[in-house]
Antibody, heavy 122, light 107 residues
Framework: QVTLRESGPALVKPTQTLTLTCTFSGFSLSTSGMCVSWIRQPPGKALEWLAR???????YYSTSLKTRLTISKDTSKNQVVLTMTNMDPVDTATYYC??????????????WGQGTLVTVSS | DIQMTQSPSSLSASVGDRVTITCRASQSISSYLNWYQQKPGKAPKLLIY???SLQSGVPSRFSGSGSGTDFTLTISSLQPEDFATYYC?????????FGQGTKLEIK
């Protein structure tokens, strides 16, 4: 059974750096075709993809946020870490991590973690 | 970046109705289109991948079609548990993008 769980601070101050950890089980990020993505959702709004890291350590970022994001992995710990710098109240959202399979037919997010709500406020 | 536009943004329907949700891409994305269902306070759940492939465990009343720029998600006979928000997502570009969502409500 594949599971993912996000962890990190519930509250950060403006200008601070957010660090989120995705801890997963049921698959290995060293297996060809395996990837992990981060997606966020502001309260009452739509989903926004943020970043992806692949089994071969390739990394992809949202065009609008790429200067603020860094994604990394620790394969031995089954963890993926996302950092976002210079946090702003508009970054208040539920942050999800999701397994992403890189297949010929495409890439999709399945399953997702339960999500973690991050509030940016002074 | 590729923009995804869903219509309608919201929809009221009754149990047993047939419902169709549309997703349009700003450029051709072949069949690299996925659909998700999200219920309040929960993470999204994959329903359809590669435009028309039903994810394991998803009821057969859900179906997807389309290619290029125009796609549809159809629910053949609405059940009470189907009232939720639905999102499309493209994976043609490595900068993935979602539609704005369609909220399906009980009439």
């Amino acid at each position: 059974q594949v599971t993912l769980r996000e962890s990190g601070p519930a509250l950060v101050k403006p200008t601070q750096t957010l660090t989120l950890t995705c801890t997963f089980s049921g698959f290995s990020l060293s297996t060809s075709g395996m990837c992990v993505s981060w997606i966020r959702q502001p309260p009452g709004k739509a989903l926004e993809w943020l970043a992806r890291i692949d089994w071969d350590d390739d990394k992809y970022y949202s065009t609008s946020l790429k200067t603020r994001l860094t994604i990394s992995k620790d394969t031995s710990k089954n963890q993926v870490v996302l950092t976002m710098t210079n946090m702003d109240p508009v970054d208040t959202a539920t942050y999800y991590c999701a397994r992403t399979l890189a297949l010929e037919e495409g890439r999709w997010f399945d399953p997702w973690g339960q999500g973690t709500l991050v509030t940016v406020s002074s | 970046d590729i923009q995804m536009t869903q219509s309608p943004s919201s929809l009221s329907a009754s149990v047993g109705d047939r419902v169709t949700i549309t997703c349009r891409a700003s450029q051709s994305i072949s069949s690299y289109l996925n659909w998700y269902q999200q219920k309040p306070g929960k993470a999204p759940k994959l329903l359809i991948y590669a435009a028309s492939s039903l994810q394991s465990g998803v009821p057969s009343r859900f179906s997807g079609s389309g290619s290029g720029t125009d796609f549809t998600l159809t629910i053949s006979s609405l059940q009470p548990e189907d009232f939720a928000t639905y999102y499309c997502q493209q994976s043609y570009s490595t900068r993935y993008s979602f539609g704005q969502g369609t909220k399906l409500e009980i009439k």
